[in-house]
């Protein structure tokens, strides 16, 4: 089945320092990429769509010089956490589309635990 | 936008029972509907998911019912299982954007 792989899986940064997430989708293209948070016991909160060729798409309330996406290439999105604070700290997890399946399918990466003291 | 409600937020029962969680939707442009099941600390997986253009999908215990008219679908797991203790999201996917609206989860607990 289609894989995605999110790196690191959880990282612990300074207040101020800039953190990035990659999400890779191993075994199919992705065109479109989805960056989400994650609160405990709480739902997905879709942060945005990442695109690849183009701009980022942002919900609204989330800061977009904040949480910079980049989406190079098919296989490959980013989320850098822009000088991160304690209210940062969460769970950040990314879905990429399987171009191949009819566009409607995604699949999750493992997730990563941002912790920022 | 859509919007989608998802009940219970906890649902116990006992080994062997079967549960149902049942989720809503605002959006009739929605085409697609996937079930996640979420294991603390770990990514979504997806369990099984239902189109429009169909009222009820079976996978094993597993199924799935839609109806379009009402806005809803529903999950139901029979005979379950101490294994089938997780956190289920619902979804909808309106066609077009492919952009997923999770409900707010359901934390199931099975009691052996």
């Known amino acids: 089945g289609a894989v995605v792989s999110q790196h690191p899986s959880w990282v612990i940064c300074k207040s101020g320092t800039s953190v990035k997430i990659e999400c890779r989708s191993l075994d199919f293209q992705a065109t479109t990429m989805f960056w989400y948070r994650q609160f405990p016991k709480q739902s997905l909160m879709l942060m945005a769509t990442?695109?690849?060729?183009?701009?980022?798409?942002?919900e609204q309330g989330v800061e977009k010089d904040k949480f910079l996406i980049n989406h190079a290439s098919l296989t490959l999105s980013t989320l850098t956490v822009t000088s991160a604070h304690p209210e940062d700290s969460s769970f950040y997890i990314c879905s990429a589309r399987d171009n191949n399946s009819g566009g409607l399918g995604a699949f999750f990466g493992q997730g990563t635990r941002l912790t920022v003291v | 936008g859509e919007n989608v409600e998802q009940h219970p937020s906890t649902l116990s029962v006992q080994e062997g029972d079967s549960a149902v969680i049942k989720c809503t939707y605002s959006?009739?442009?929605?085409?697609?509907f996937p079930w996640y099941k979420q294991e603390l600390g770990k990514r979504p997986q997806l369990i099984i998911d239902i189109r429009s253009n169909v009222g009820e999908k079976k996978d094993q215990r597993i199924a799935v019912t839609l109806n379009k008219t009402a806005k809803h679908f529903s999950l139901h797991i029979t005979e379950t299982q101490p294994e089938d203790s997780a956190v289920y999201f619902c979804?909808?996917?309106?066609?077009?954007?492919?952009?997923?609206?999770f409900g707010r989860g359901t934390s199931l607990i099975v009691h052996p």
């Open positions: 990442s695109n690849e060729g183009s701009k980022a798409t942002y």
């Open positions: 959006d009739s442009a929605s085409n697609y």
């Open positions: 979804a909808a996917t309106p066609g077009g954007s492919y952009i997923p609206t």
